[in-house]
């Protein structure tokens, strides 16, 4: 049974940083698509990145890119997000995802979304 536990959430002062981190069980990083995606109550869910370590691919959203890294490590089966620049318009609720569908990392975030999710931890960038 795959299951996704998020933490690492919490409330920061905008131009801070905060690093999740995701607790993976029931599948293995290297067969999988991994990615972190954010919603915002009454907002459409929003993938901030994306990646398969199997091809090296990874995206990111624009929003995000130069100041999110989305990284792994397999010893302890957890996937994290490094957010370093935070932005009050990044505050959301983060959610982990993982998929096995041969599908190009790009569409997996924007389009298609991933077939497990965790429930989710609570970002909130003050200004």
């Known amino acids: 049974e795959v299951q996704l536990v998020e933490s690492g959430g919490g409330l920061v002062q905008a131009g801070g940083s905060l690093r999740l981190s995701c607790a993976a069980s029931?599948?293995?990083?290297?067969?999988?698509?991994i990615g972190w995606f954010r919603q915002v109550p009454g907002k459409e869910r929003e993938g901030v990145s994306c990646?398969?370590?199997?091809?090296?691919?990874?995206y990111y959203a624009d929003s995000v890119k130069g100041r999110f890294t989305i990284s792994t490590d397999n010893a302890k089966n957890t996937m994290y997000l490094q957010m370093n620049s935070l932005k009050p318009e990044d505050t959301a609720v983060y959610y982990c995802a993982t998929s096995q569908a041969r599908l190009r990392v790009g569409l997996l975030c924007t389009l298609y979304g991933m077939d497990y999710w965790g429930k989710g931890t609570l970002v909130t960038v003050s200004s």
């Open positions: 029931g599948f293995t990083f290297d067969d999988s698509a």
């Open positions: 990646s398969r370590s199997s091809d090296g691919s990874t």
